[in-house]
DNA sequence: CATACTTTTGGAAGTGACTCTCATTTCATA
DNA sequence: TATGAAATGAGAGTCACTTCCAAAAGTATG
């Protein structure tokens, strides 16, 4: 080898970049069941083979950018002082400022298919469940329980249920586009009440406290 | 028409059982990828064209079962005195009871497959988001609240969250079977956590205000 | 019972995602 | 430059799913 990265990794960065871009292009153009492999691949002018080489299956094309790895690591990265739900908004405040403009654009328009692509939506839940147990396991290390207990994942349950919340399009007249930054606002707001909130408002009293 | 029912509708329901019949017991006996809709459609002595006239799809032989919406109707049921947490678990105990036998194996079936296949599992996110859907609105009437009020849609995907946390095979060593009991039990518990027990266990652990 | 009308069905042909195999090309190393 | 390893393209094949049309079965009339 001699160079640092050969030019075989080199080039075939370059194609799988080229695969993706081309991809996102043609779903924004055609919509995304109108776009064949085939035409994605003769975009970036390799075969199909080569396509499902690099990705999978068509829908990996938008799920494998492993941009919410940033997120986790950031989660890691908080003082084991910090309150779990306060380490995972830090977390996330972190993340946001160490993406690209390219970056954010990409989240915009991978989020948005995942909010209304049908097949691709659906391929979401096993992250969900995967941000499940590393939620687990971090509140675990935190709290000195265990990771099956109840308590902990009823806790990394919420928190991800309230992250569904603000990601899926579970209202119909949710026609609005996606504003990645409306709904990191929302996160960190419903987080502030699942740690503060819901227990008065379980209780039926009126929580004042719906805008941190 | 000379029948209350006429000789037509009976012969689709027979078709409809007999299909799904057929594919859950194939599905049990070979996998579900390794089974074939032509197989289904052999087995219940119709044509493949017929199988897709009754389900859309060969994932909606396992999803089409409507035996949740009993827990829905429930739901609404419930006196308006009760707080939504434990109008939810006195409609999972009412639906429960309600639930002949063959209904308990169908649900078993259906949900052990939900969890182990992943194309099935990743169908129920929209079941889940109908869920967080309907919860939202029971509270919001329940409270005086809006439906898009935040603390309503953050209480109710907290709720849902503890549901996938139940039902989802979250964790890598989780190749027990699953038990419908058991995992009804440990929802139950759940909420009763989210009720009572979150706030207790958030302050456990440091918990600092920050600010977002 | 025979007739006309409607619904349901089977069959055939086609599309597109995805797999497998194998020969060929392209890069890396000595 | 020769040799081995990795990446590619091409072709054939499987399977879910769609579309269309003609035949069959059920239903309502005379």
Redesign the interface.
Request: net charge neutral.
């Given at each position: 080898m001699t160079e640092l990265q050969g030019l075989r990794e080199r080039k075939k960065a370059r194609t799988r970049a080229s695969l993706r871009e081309h991809a996102l292009r043609l779903f924004r153009e055609q919509g995304y069941t109108a776009t064949t492999v085939e035409q994605i691949a003769a975009a970036a002018e390799v075969s199909p083979s080569t396509f499902f080489r690099y990705f999978p299956t068509k829908e990996d094309v938008i799920l494998q950018d492993d941009l919410d790895v940033r997120i986790m690591e950031a989660f890691d990265r908080q003082p084991t002082?910090?309150?779990?739900?306060?380490a995972i908004?830090?977390a996330v405040g972190e993340a946001i400022v160490s993406y690209t403009e390219a970056d954010m654009e990409l989240i915009q328009q991978t989020t948005e298919l995942t909010r209304t692509v049908?097949e691709i939506?659906?391929?979401?839940?096993?992250e969900?469940?995967r941000s499940?147990?590393s939620i687990?396991g971090l509140?675990a290390k935190?709290?000195g329980r265990k990771?099956?207990d109840?308590?902990v994942?009823?806790?990394?349950?919420?928190?991800?249920?309230?992250?569904?919340?603000v990601t899926?399009?579970?209202?119909e007249n949710d026609t609005t586009d996606f504003s990645l930054v409306d709904s990191l606002?929302?996160f960190?707001?419903?987080l502030?009440?699942?740690?503060?909130?819901?227990?008065l408002?379980?209780d039926?009293v009126n929580?004042v406290n719906?805008t941190?």
């Open positions: 002082t910090m309150s779990v739900i306060a908004r830090a049908p939506r659906a391929r979401a839940i096993d969900f469940a499940i147990h687990a509140f935190r709290s990771e099956d109840l308590a994942r009823t806790m990394a349950g919420a928190v991800v249920g309230v992250m569904m919340v899926l399009p579970i209202w606002g929302q960190r707001e419903a502030a009440l699942l740690e503060t909130g819901l227990p408002l379980l039926q929580c719906d941190p």
